[in-house]
């Protein structure tokens, strides 16, 4: 009721179910996806990155009733566009939405109040970092990974094997010290190789 209240929205479709939203982001390809991270059966969480798959030009926000940084965290490094607690207002939310729907990203400004978190989500390239040693396909598969790509969906737009980038991540993760995506997001944005947006740059 209150997205299709608004003059510059409108609601294509609901799903009761992580399964049942695949399916229809497929069909549908929607502009934004408005996704609950308590889902039957699986986790919202979960559900980002098969939902990019199935739609990848669609911007994923996330309407949480945890207002919890780490969640938050887990939800960028998912590949999501934006994170709203469900305490936030209607005019916060429908904010959010026409935010991610303009590829920018969105964070409870609760949420987004320390600085590491801000740093996280604003900072740019910053000379001499640790991806000066990669190499120019190193790169592409961080910026690939770390923006929210399944392994199936990097090999497919770099043209190389699901094994080679499953090889090119654990290369990856062992050269810049960390042990998951959340990790690679952070350098990723720290070096300016993911918009804020969480899309590749150019």
Not at 3 to 31: K, T
Not at 124 to 146: C, M, T, Y
């Amino acid at each position: 009721m209150l997205v299709d209240h608004q003059a510059d929205m409108q609601v294509v479709s609901e799903a009761s179910s992580a399964l049942e939203a695949v399916r229809q982001a497929r069909e549908i390809l929607p502009d934004v996806m408005v996704l609950d991270i308590a889902l039957p059966g699986c986790s919202g969480l979960d559900a980002v990155a098969p939902l990019r798959e199935a739609s990848p030009h669609s911007r994923i926000l996330i309407l949480s009733s945890h207002d919890d940084q780490a969640y938050l965290r887990l939800a960028l490094a998912a590949g999501a566009s934006g994170y709203v607690a469900k305490q936030a207002s209607a005019a916060e939310l429908t904010q959010a939405i026409r935010t991610v729907a303009a590829g920018r990203s969105y964070v409870n400004v609760t949420l987004a109040g320390s600085q590491d978190l801000k740093t996280l989500l604003t900072r740019g390239p910053r000379p001499g970092s640790l991806i000066d040693a990669l190499s120019k396909r190193e790169r592409q598969v961080l910026a690939l990974i770390a923006s929210g790509q399944t392994n199936q969906a990097a090999a497919g737009a770099l043209a190389i094997g699901v094994k080679t980038v499953e090889t090119y991540r654990r290369r990856l993760m062992e050269k810049l010290d960390v042990s998951d995506r959340a990790g690679l997001v952070r350098i990723a944005l720290e070096c300016g190789l993911i918009a804020r947006s969480g899309d590749p740059r150019p």
